[in-house]
């Protein structure tokens, strides 16, 4: 992957034993979780996002996004601090048999400093068919404009917006040969 996904846009997963699977981090906004704050987030501000997957292929495949720290991980802020993901509060897509022409979404809190939520990069990895699968990493924050949500389209491909400005920042800052 040389650019990251902007929050709301697809990824397509590129194995072809994953053909016609693909996924979206989408609808960043702050929030409380149902269950009410953890105790070890008390000064943060929380923040939900979801998390879909799509099956367009012909065979189904197992998903498995479940607590396990190396399923899910959110940096904050410009130096990539780590946000506490409240677990008791976050669904998770356990053992689940996503069958052709379905979707499944989980919903994951997190909580960091208001100040470093203007810069949120989220990193899915989930295991599929009882395999780990490459973490697709996604960019955004609160207050930046989610990516296009339309089928097959990138916001990196649309016209100039916010969206597209992020992607634009990350290359030039990218280090050289990344």
Same mark, same amino acid.
């Given at each position: 992957?040389?650019?990251?996904?902007?929050?709301?846009?697809?990824?397509?997963? =590129?194995?072809? @034993?994953?053909?016609?699977?693909?996924?979206?981090?989408?609808?960043?906004?702050?929030?409380?979780?149902?269950?009410?704050?953890?105790?070890? @987030?008390?000064?943060?501000?929380?923040? +939900?996002?979801?998390?879909?997957?799509?099956?367009?292929?012909?065979?189904?495949?197992?998903?498995?996004?479940?607590?396990?720290?190396?399923?899910?991980?959110?940096?904050?802020?410009? /130096?990539?601090?780590?946000?506490?993901?409240?677990?008791?509060?976050?669904?998770?897509?356990?053992?689940?048999?996503?069958?052709?022409?379905?979707?499944?979404?989980?919903?994951?809190?997190?909580?960091?400093?208001?100040?470093?939520?203007?810069?949120?990069?989220?990193?899915?990895?989930?295991?599929?068919? /009882?395999?780990?699968?490459?973490?697709?990493?996604?960019?955004?924050?609160?207050?930046?404009?989610?990516? +296009?949500?339309?089928?097959?389209?990138?916001?990196?491909?649309?016209?100039?917006?916010?969206?597209?400005?992020?992607? =634009?920042?990350?290359?030039?800052?990218?280090?050289?040969?990344?």
């Amino acid at each position: 992957m040389d650019v990251p996904n902007v929050i709301g846009d697809w990824q397509e997963y =590129q194995s072809g @034993a994953l053909a016609g699977l693909r996924v979206r981090v989408h609808n960043l906004k702050k929030a409380t979780p149902r269950q009410g704050r953890d105790d070890k @987030a008390k000064g943060l501000t929380y923040v +939900s996002f979801e998390v879909t997957y799509e099956n367009r292929g012909t065979k189904h495949h197992e998903i498995d996004l479940d607590r396990r720290p190396q399923h899910v991980d959110v940096r904050v802020g410009r /130096d990539g601090h780590a946000a506490f993901i409240d677990i008791h509060s976050s669904d998770v897509i356990e053992e689940y048999n996503l069958f052709p022409q379905r979707r499944v979404t989980a919903v994951i809190y997190a909580a960091a400093s208001a100040a470093k939520l203007k810069q949120i990069d989220i990193q899915i990895s989930p295991s599929i068919d /009882d395999d780990p699968t490459f973490g697709y990493h996604w960019v955004g924050g609160l207050g930046v404009h989610e990516g +296009s949500t339309r089928a097959g389209s990138r916001a990196s491909t649309a016209k100039p917006s916010v969206a597209n400005q992020v992607e =634009q920042f990350l290359k030039g800052t990218a280090p050289d040969g990344a």
